[in-house]
């Protein structure tokens, strides 16, 4: 079992940056791919950026490469989203998620690969 908690969420003006975190439960957290989802109003959840167990595999979607990074530090049992350059179409509530992963490089892109999930933090960016 793992429970995750994000923080950092907030209200930004266009262009620019915000650091969300997340924080895990557990001794379990190394065994974990984490990734990072948002979910707009009225949209469907969707895949913002991966990282595998041992932080040497990352992944992002097309509209954020190039302006996010996320990152782990297993010491802390956290990982985090740096976001740069940020736009009102990042506006969404910012989920973080887990899943057990055998493979220390493999990351995990989709919802469906992902059992445990944070309760979401809210990114508002005005124009």
């Known amino acids: 079992q793992v429970q995750l908690v994000e923080s950092g969420g907030g209200l930004v003006q266009a262009g620019g940056s915000l650091r969300v975190s997340c924080a895990a439960s557990?001794?379990?957290?190394?065994?974990?791919?984490m990734g990072w989802f948002r979910q707009a109003p009225g949209k469907e959840r969707e895949f913002v950026a991966a990282?595998?167990?041992?932080?040497?595999?990352?992944s992002y979607a097309d509209s954020v490469k190039g302006r996010f990074t996320i990152s782990r530090d297993n010491a802390k049992n956290t990982v985090y989203l740096q976001m740069n350059g940020l736009k009102p179409d990042d506006t969404a509530v910012y989920y973080c998620?887990?899943?057990?992963?055998?493979?220390?490089?493999?990351?995990?892109?989709?919802?469906?690969?992902?059992?445990?999930w944070g309760q979401g933090t809210q990114v508002t960016v005005s124009s």
């Open positions: 998620a887990a899943d057990f992963q055998p493979s220390p490089i493999f990351v995990l892109t989709t919802v469906s690969e992902y059992h445990y």
């Open positions: 557990g001794r379990t957290f190394s065994a974990c791919a």
């Open positions: 990282i595998s167990r041992n932080g040497g595999s990352t």
